[in-house]
């Protein structure tokens, strides 16, 4: 049988015989493997002449307001966004780049927040969820969302937002099925999908 | 109750706040002066810790303390344990001792004034351990299982050993039988918001903003491990980024924030990563099963048997209900459901979406698929010739049970009579189509809960208990109930959750939270219209001066004697008379004698189309078609869209999720989100989940069952068995994979 | 993730002199900052590349040049690449999400690191982050992993789509480094990982890819890319393949293929191709000749069924080009 992972057979019970020799032999070889490397998780000390303190100035235009800051080098666009200016709608789901709730708009483009550095981005125009609605009025795909059950949780929801306003201004937002694949970097557990996709339906004829 | 608001398909109330990125989840709540905490986990699956050496990290810039076992402090675990926990066994105590009982277990916090430091340093951290091999496979030689102690007790709702009648002599002697094994994968809930806790002290008390399904007990195991009074803790969680069962306990990293906040002095917020996110937050146990099914020629069925196991930790035994299905639906005089656990050096499992019946169920339908095929009749047919009259487990009748019409409806919805039979006859160009089905089931449960609602001048009403919303709409169904039963709009209803000084509800989960806060809501609306009825009964100036107050009746928000057409005070005018809010609290519960003299449970029929492509063994969803009796709906726009997206959890279960554990050291391999697989949105056909009309007078008053949990529930084995009808191959491990059907 | 200094250079010089100095180019950074948080990649100079006028997607003649800095939505969008080679296009498209694509690069892709688990986790042994440290994969879990190129020290398949459509296409490189330019297959970039899986392509120290060229196809090409994975989006291959066929009259003139998800390196099935010149084409030629891709394949006991899974997906994508329109 095929054997994708270590799910070594169904049967139940198991009687011992059914572990196939080489799952076997796969786990006594394993943990000899391992055994030489106890206690690891040491690194090297950081460098000598700390980068850490070195601090990059940057300008951002924020949701259109300018900000001047000092930021260590490492620190993402959405710890910045969050920690530093407490714009806590953009989420971190996974801050590996693999789910999109971190989505925001830089320099008008869909970009993964959390995957970009924010101190190589001086002069960048920013938009996060907190500046889609003018004022009090939602933006059309903001009020789609409710109006479709485009959400439940929410918490995916702003990055899904700010994804489908980059899809809908791509032009990748002409069917169902267009909106399904130029969607799909945006994960979201409660299973919302079917409403996000007659959301941005609504709001690309609208647009 | 003269609005007619419960049942209309009301978009959520707080929506605006969803989209805008105004609500705010734990970790949004950030605090003056605050700190990050960095959890560090072990990296050998079991043993000991016999050296951390914090010299090289404790210098690093804007480190601000490292806690170890160590030097933490000795905490007081009190006793403490809700239902949501274990019975059997005991909660880790974290950071207490130096041993390793999985991988992943925290082993260090490393607090700092950036979180870019934090989690430099804690990668840093230097740590030496003596490990030993864990066990992590249920299918290991050496797991014995064992019988869950909690589910051998009177009044358990799992059952470690049920029967009737003579199963095993009845299959032995039954004219057609099948006998089949089932494996399903552990599986992470990875609700897309990480769990995080934001903890600050002051002097002796303290406030989590922290990711929960069940605040109040959140407050008391924590006041329990800290050794403070209850009241001194406060838990407040307004929205919660999803979670499926992951947050109705309070995990370890609740007490290492609290713990690292008072150390430090300042506020301090501890994020999981998406990583450790597999590590101590409870997942779905891996399930084997086995059903054993005995039947007459005409598919009535004479035998059934079931016993299944499901793996635990070491430290405490974690039971669901993976076998009380098949005790009750089929009609069967011969039975037997037999419950186990193996215990591995793994993290504790917890309740994810759907839990027990969802793994359960799946092994039953698709062996009473496999008898279909084994007897030569159609798969709803056979359900129907084992339609039970009563709940034959319990020997009771059901309070409503709509299987049958749940299967007529989508039956016709689907389109099962344009299917043909036989596997692998029907085609779509070069794909292989397949359709097939399956029944749901999920009890329909009640907590005792309590609410408290006070009307003010304005006309307005706040309504508050500490419930939670995972997403289903919870903010938006109670509003309704509580508008429908004040006679007021949703608007003038203010409806506030997740904190502990609230009244207190149950924990958000196992889809009793409509059936429990709204009850409890509904009483607390009944009790403050009384209130207000006993004011206005006193004040001279009232229409309704002098009359009794059981003789006052309330017609869209306004007093007056019943039967008279004058209308007297509103809520307002009284509340401007009293010259304080009218308020009332109460609280609600199941009537035990229902329960005794009821089986209650919400059932459904669930229709999947698969599409397999023979070359290359994609199996993809086309189409999908859930019929339910779920009681009465409160919302429907929210139902459908819960619905829907509990089935697309099935779709996960189905064909993607799986946690995969190194055998070596039992680290989770994937980890993560581009590894642990979850539907996107191409993967999503077309759904359909309706309800069918299903009057349920006993349930409890408002008449709901609830529809989380069953959403999920018959999804998966409807799919396999597609996947069966469309290539002929029977797959009885999930998730079912490319490689499972490439040589068909 | 470990601090470094970021610096920004203003020209292709400054860049390749940082870079020979010990620096890292960083463009999208969606492969490095990921591994940087991860601790895997710890450059202690980072040299911010994106400005440098490297973004041009332009037709020279009969070839494609893709700048190393064009985005992959870019070039996925654009009429030349959809018009004259839209093989290209099609794999990009297939890679990633919309927004990972907007943000890495021509260059970054062809250089992103590999996806097996363990390389991502540095208590795991391996030996790409420690050489000498051991292959958890080959003893562990490796459903994911190579079949063709691997060695007893690693079996990580190399992740890009982009680079197997570039391979199949024949497609070279100008890179440009402290001793000057030159120019070599895309193909050649790439580095089997024998008893070095650190070493993973051919770059010279402070060698900056400037651009990608493609030579266009001709019109009697038919092209196109299948990539199999276990859901529709956001997935790394299981196993992909390129296959570009030129036809004349009946029979196949010319024939190219490439594979992803199954190689340590993008791979070249050349004799799959030797096998379908001057055929007809048809299923039962088609199954012969994908049979060749597996010939020397070495499979573990989890990634079995990519013996399996990759000539049928050959046979596909075979098939798949004839259904162009």
Redesign the interface.
Same mark, same amino acid.
């Given at each position: 049988m095929t054997d994708r992972e270590h799910i070594a057979g169904s049967s139940h019970p198991l009687p011992p015989s059914a572990i196939s020799r080489r799952t076997v032999l796969q786990l006594a070889g394993g943990s000899a493997s391992f055994a030489v490397i106890p206690g690891v998780s040491a690194q090297p000390a950081p460098a000598p002449g700390d980068p850490g303190k070195v601090l990059q100035r940057v300008r951002l235009i924020v949701n259109g307001e300018a900000r001047e800051l000092e930021l260590d080098p490492r620190q993402s666009l959405l710890d910045l966004l969050r920690e530093t200016l407490d714009l806590t709608g953009t989420k971190k789901g996974c801050n590996q780049g693999a789910c999109g709730a971190c989505t925001v708009l830089l320099n008008g483009r869909r970009v993964v927040s959390c995957l970009t550095l924010a101190a190589m981005h001086d002069g960048a125009e920013i938009v996060t969820i907190e500046g889609l609605a003018e004022g009090e009025e939602l933006h059309p795909l903001q009020s789609a969302f409710i109006e479709h059950e485009g959400l439940q949780c929410g918490f995916c929801t702003p990055g899904q937002i700010m994804s489908g306003v980059a899809c809908i201004a791509e032009g990748h937002a002409g069917s169902p099925e267009e909106i399904q694949f130029w969607m799909s970097g945006n994960i979201c557990r409660c299973g919302a999908y079917p409403g996000i996709v007659a959301a941005m339906a609504e709001a690309a004829g609208a647009g | 109750m003269t609005t007619g608001v419960i049942g209309k398909p009301l978009?959520?109330v707080?929506? $605006?706040?969803?989209?805008?990125?105004? +609500?705010?989840?734990a #970790?949004?709540f950030?605090q003056p002066g605050q700190v990050y905490a960095v959890i560090v986990s072990a990296?050998?699956g079991l043993g000991r810790v016999?050296?951390i050496d914090s010299t090289?990290i404790e210098v690093?810039?804007g480190i601000i303390a490292v806690i170890t076992h160590r030097n933490a402090p000795r905490l007081a675990y009190d006793e403490h344990k809700s239902y949501i926990d274990p019975a059997v066994g005991e909660r880790l105590h974290v950071l207490q001792d130096d041993r390793v009982r999985f991988y992943g277990q925290p082993v260090a916090i490393v607090v700092a004034d950036?979180?870019? $430091?934090a989690?430099?340093a804690a990668? +840093?951290?230097?740590? #030496?351990?003596?490990?030993e091999?864990p066990i992590v496979?249920p299918?290991?030689?050496n797991v014995e299982?064992i019988v869950p102690e909690a589910a051998t007790r009177e009044g358990s709702w799992v059952h470690a050993d049920s029967s009737r009648g003579d199963p095993d002599g009845a299959l032995a002697s039954a004219p057609a039988k099948l006998d089949e094994?089932?494996?399903i994968?552990r599986e992470n809930h990875?609700?897309?918001?990480?769990h995080a806790t934001v903890a600050a002290w002051a002097g002796d008390r303290l406030t989590l903003w922290s990711k929960s399904q069940f605040v109040v007990n959140e407050q008391a195991e924590i006041a329990a491990i800290f050794g403070i009074p209850v009241a001194n803790v406060q838990v407040i969680c307004p929205?919660?980024?999803?979670?499926?069962g992951t947050s109705l306990r309070t995990w370890p990293h609740v007490t290492l924030a609290a713990m690292a906040a008072r150390q430090v002095g300042r506020a301090v917020k501890l994020?999981l990563?998406?990583k450790q996110m597999f590590f101590t937050t409870g997942h779905r146990p891996r399930t084997?099963?086995?059903v054993a099914l005995g039947a007459a020629p005409d598919g009535k069925l004479v035998s059934l048997i079931h016993?299944g196991?499901g793996e635990t930790s070491r430290y405490e035994e974690f039971i669901e209900a993976l076998t009380n299905a098949s005790g009750y639906m089929y009609s069967c005089p011969n039975v037997r459901t037999e419950y186990r656990l193996r215990p591995l050096d793994i993290g504790t499992p917890n309740h994810m979406r759907g839990p027990g019946e969802a793994s359960g169920i799946f092994a039953l339908e698709c062996a009473m698929d496999e008898l279909a095929y084994a007897l030569a009749i159609d798969p709803v047919e056979l359900r129907r010739r084992n339609e039970p009259a009563i709940d034959e487990a319990e020997n009771k009748p059901f309070s409503s049970r709509s299987l049958m019409k749940c299967y007529d409806v989508g039956s016709d919805r689907f389109g099962w009579a344009n299917r043909t039979y036989e596997p692998r006859s029907m085609r779509d160009g070069r794909l292989l189509i397949g359709m097939g089905v399956a029944s749901a089931s999920y009890p329909a449960y009640q907590a005792p809960a309590s609410a408290r609602v006070r009307l003010r001048a304005d006309g307005s009403a706040e309504v508050e208990v500490a419930a939670s919303d995972?997403?289903?709409?919870t903010y938006t169904s109670m509003t309704q109930v509580a508008a429908e039963m004040l006679g007021l709009t949703l608007e003038q209803v203010h409806f506030r959750l997740g904190r502990s000084d609230y009244p207190p509800a149950p924990s958000h989960g196992g889809s009793w939270t409509m059936a429990s806060v709204g009850s409890a809501i509904r009483a607390a609306c009944l009790a403050v219209k009384t209130e207000a009825a006993r004011r206005a009964v006193v004040d001279e100036r009232s229409p309704v001066f002098g009359v009794a107050h059981e003789e006052v009746e309330w017609v869209d928000g306004r007093a007056r004697r019943r039967g008279d057409a004058a209308p007297g005070p509103s809520y307002g005018e009284l509340v401007t008379i009293a010259g304080a809010p009218i308020e009332a609290e109460a609280s609600s519960g199941r009537d035990p004698e229902i329960a005794k003299r009821y089986s209650m449970h919400a059932f459904g029929a669930v229709f999947a189309e698969v599409a397999v492509?023979p070359?290359?063994?994609?199996i993809?969803v086309r189409r999908a078609v859930g019929a339910y009796g779920i009681g009465r709906v409160v919302n429907p726009?929210?139902a459908?869209?819960?619905c829907?997206?509990?089935?697309?959890?099935g779709i996960g279960m189905a064909?993607?999720e799986?946690t995969?554990?190194?055998?070596?050291?039992g680290?989770p391999?994937?980890a993560?989100?581009?590894?642990y697989?979850?539907?996107?949105?191409?993967?999503?056909p077309m759904?359909e989940a309706h309800f069918v009309e299903e009057v349920d007078p006993h349930v409890n008053p408002l008449g709901v069952k609830g529809l989380g949990e069953i959403a999920l529930v018959g999804m998966a084995p409807a799919i396999a068995n597609a996947v069966f009808h469309a290539t002929g191959k029977r797959v009885?491990?999930l998730?079912i994979?490319?490689?499972?059907v490439?040589?068909v | 993730m470990l601090p470094f200094v970021l610096e920004k250079a203003k020209t292709a010089e400054e860049a390749i002199a940082a870079a020979a100095a010990g620096a890292r180019f960083i463009a999208g950074g969606t492969t490095l900052v990921d591994l940087m948080r991860e601790e895997v990649e710890r450059p202690e100079r980072l040299v911010d590349i994106n400005a440098l006028p490297l973004a041009d997607i332009r037709v020279e003649g009969d070839v494609l040049v893709l700048g190393a800095l064009a985005r992959m939505s870019d070039v996925a969008a654009h009429p030349d690449v959809q018009r004259i080679q839209p093989l290209i296009a099609e794999s990009l498209i297939e890679g990633a999400s919309p927004q990972l694509r907007n943000m890495a690069t021509i260059g970054g892709n062809l250089l992103q690191r590999v996806r097996c688990p363990y390389f991502r986790m540095l208590d795991a042994p391996c030996n790409k982050h420690e050489p000498g440290s051991g292959c958890a994969a080959i003893d562990g879990l490796h459903a994911g992993h190579a079949i063709l190129g691997t060695s007893n020290h690693c079996i990580a398949t190399h992740p890009s789509d982009l680079a197997v459509a570039l391979v199949a296409l024949d497609a070279t490189m100008r890179v440009s480094g402290p001793q000057g330019e030159r120019s070599f297959a895309v193909d050649d970039l790439f580095r089997l990982p024998g008893d070095t899986p650190h070493l993973e392509h051919t770059l010279l120290p402070g060698e900056l890819i400037m651009e990608v060229r493609v030579p266009a196809g001709g019109s009697s090409r038919r092209a196109r890319y299948l990539k199999v994975r276990d859901r529709a989006s956001y997935e790394f291959a299981l196993v992909s393949v390129a296959a570009a066929l030129s036809m004349e009259g009946r029979v196949i003139r010319q024939a190219r293929l490439a594979a992803g998800g199954v190689g340590t390196r993008p791979w070249r099935l050349r004799p799959v191709e030797e096998a379908l010149i001057g055929k007809a084409p048809d299923r039962q030629v088609f199954e012969a000749a994908a049979q060749l891709a597996v010939r020397e394949a070495r499979p573990l006991p989890h990634n079995h069924y990519k013996l399996e899974l990759l000539p049928r997906t050959i046979v596909r994508a075979l098939e798949m080009t004839g259904e162009v329109a």
């Open positions: - | 978009p959520r707080d929506g $605006r706040a969803k989209v805008s990125g105004s +609500a705010r989840y #970790a949004d950030n990296t050998v016999t050296d090289a690093m810039p950036t979180l870019d $430091r989690e430099r990668a +840093a951290l230097n740590i #030496a351990y003596e490990a091999r496979d299918l290991e030689r299982p094994a089932y494996d994968a990875n609700p897309m918001e990480p929205f919660i980024g999803g979670a499926f994020v990563t998406r084997l099963q086995r016993e196991s995972m997403g289903p709409g492509d070359d290359v063994g994609t993809r726009r929210l459908r869209s819960q829907t997206g509990g089935m697309i959890g064909l993607m799986r995969v554990l190194d055998p070596r050291d680290r391999v994937n993560h989100m581009a590894d697989l979850v539907p996107v949105n191409l993967d999503i759904l009885r491990t998730p994979r490319i490689e499972d490439l040589s | -």
